[in-house]
């Protein structure tokens, strides 16, 4: 197993979500056409102008959904909706088995962990707070979404920084997201890009641009001596 030896300056963790914490498919809406008794929208328009605008928000909302956008109001709508099933327990946050131990090892060694992720703060909280692990806020020690800037930007990275007061060589960012490693490299800090089952497939010129691991396990630091 090909280990990634974290930089000596790294004091601070900082995690996406989708990709790297927990499979893509946990966000990603599927299809229900499929499902034996799928109801489908009724494609005829009433004349009621309100139940029309009702319909074409909906429409809306499951096209973004479709394509997977990561717009700052989609993913705060989804926290919203979400929130009940978690509460009722007929939703549990998925988390990759190495994650949990990972980071319980890291907050002992020292490090501080954040997450960044397109998910709203709202759902991030919901997601680890009511994972399939129990509750997992109390290892984390806080959360970024896009109200402090677009992933892909350099300067929202630049933000998180200084919202943690933290130099940007002292954070190291996991991700699946290629364009946002880069954003991150820019704005100084260190990164690792995750593979995980179902992730996008990496280039080789990917490959060879940044440390790529499969697992945390593959994470090793510099107290660890190995
Ligand atoms: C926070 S739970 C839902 C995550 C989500 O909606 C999402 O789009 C995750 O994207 P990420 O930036 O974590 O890859
Ligand atoms: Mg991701």
């Known amino acids: 197993m090909a280990l990634f030896s974290v930089p000596t300056p790294v004091t ?5 979500i989708e990709g790297t914490t927990t499979p893509i498919t946990f966000v990603k809406a599927e299809k229900d056409s ?3 008794g799928f109801v489908p929208i009724p494609s005829a328009i009433s004349d009621n ?7 074409a928000v909906v429409d809306n909302v499951y096209w973004q959904m479709s394509l997977d956008r990561k717009t700052t109001a989609l993913k705060q709508l ?3 909706m979400w929130r009940s099933a ?3 327990g007929q939703l549990k946050g998925e988390v990759y088995e190495d994650v949990v131990p990972s980071i319980r090892q890291w907050r002992e060694l020292g490090f501080k962990l954040y997450i960044y992720s397109s998910g709203s703060v709202e759902a991030q909280k919901l997601l680890f707070g009511y994972s399939i692990e129990g509750n997992l806020l109390k290892l984390l020690d806080g959360h970024f979404d896009t109200t402090v800037g677009h992933k892909v930007e350099s300067k929202s990275y630049r933000n998180i920084a200084d919202s943690i007061r933290c130099s940007p060589e002292n954070i190291l960012f996991l991700t699946d997201v290629v364009k946002e490693a880069f954003a991150a490299e820019k704005a100084g800090l260190h990164v690792a890009v995750v ?8 280039t080789d010129e990917d490959k060879s641009s940044y440390c790529c691991i499969t697992s ?6 510099p107290s660890e001596n190995n």
């Open 12 to 16: 601070t963790i900082l995690l996406d």
């Open 34 to 36: 499929h499902i034996d």
């Open 49 to 55: 102008e309100t139940e029309n605008m009702i319909q």
């Open 78 to 80: 989804q926290g919203h």
């Open 86 to 88: 978690y509460i009722t």
């Open 195 to 202: 593979m995980r089952p179902g992730n996008d497939a990496l």
């Open 216 to 221: 945390f396990h593959q994470i090793n630091f």
